[in-house]
């Protein structure tokens, strides 16, 4: 009988950059349109406001993830070429150290040392990468595809309360957006859960809770700027 597990790291770089993206795309868009109708704004200065945010919102996503990312990508060629360099220059002193990272995980010294002469004899570098500095192509950097993720993930949150404003204009637009900001959020932290194999209740409530919070604080500040105003 085949026996097949379905592992979810290989999710780790694109679902987190997803996620990150469109929770900010909906709490930051959402929470510009609550703090600006609260301070007593017309709907077109409101629409124009959140507008704006999610354009500029997607871009420095794009621009902080690539950046971000480009950094731990670099850090990880430096080390690769670095283990290069020892790997032609003692090639028995890191087969030794790759067979007692072995056996410092339960393998006999003996055995330990078989498998690291033979995984370096297919693969020297990968066998470092894996085992000794912990880079492999599961979590990888990958700056293009973050910055992808972050900004059309983003658009794609911004979206969503900015369609609410745009539908329910008027006394109800602070409550609409509120609530509906909300469930999307919960769907969110839902599915994004799911996908990592994680609680959906917990994924659902954090992602929902600091969005309130976030929400909360901006009807405030638009509520004191309009009446200062």
């Not at 009988?1 to 679902?15: C, D, F, K, P, Q």
């Not at 007593?40 to 420095?60: D, K, N």
């Not at 599915?191 to 917990?202: P, T, Y």
């Amino acid at each position: 009988m085949t026996h097949h597990e379905m592992h979810r790291s290989h999710r780790v770089g694109w679902l987190r950059a997803a996620v990150l993206g469109a929770n900010d795309g909906i709490v930051s868009t959402a929470s510009l349109i609550i703090g600006v109708a609260a301070a007593s704004s017309s709907q077109e200065s409101i629409l124009l406001a959140g507008i704006a945010g999610l354009v500029a919102g997607a871009m420095s996503m794009a621009a902080g993830e690539y950046v971000s990312v480009s950094s731990q990508s670099d850090t990880e060629s430096a080390d690769l070429a670095l283990e290069k360099k020892s790997l032609a220059n003692n090639f028995e002193f890191e087969k030794d150290e790759l067979a007692k990272i072995y056996e410092n995980r339960g393998l006999e010294p003996v055995l330990a040392e078989k498998v690291a002469e033979q995984l370096m004899a297919h693969d020297a570098l990968g066998a470092h990468a894996r085992d000794e500095i912990g880079i492999s192509e599961t979590v990888s950097a990958q700056p293009v595809q973050a910055a992808f993720y972050s900004a059309g993930t983003f658009t794609v949150g911004a979206a969503l309360p900015l369609l609410v404003a745009w539908v329910i204009p008027g006394n109800l637009l602070i409550t609409a957006v509120s609530v509906l900001s909300l469930v999307f959020l919960a769907v969110l932290g839902g599915l994004a859960a799911r996908a990592g194999g994680a609680s959906i209740a917990v994924g659902a409530f954090r992602v929902t809770f600091w969005g309130a919070l976030a929400m909360g604080l901006t009807a405030v500040v638009g509520s004191v700027f309009g009446v200062v105003a």
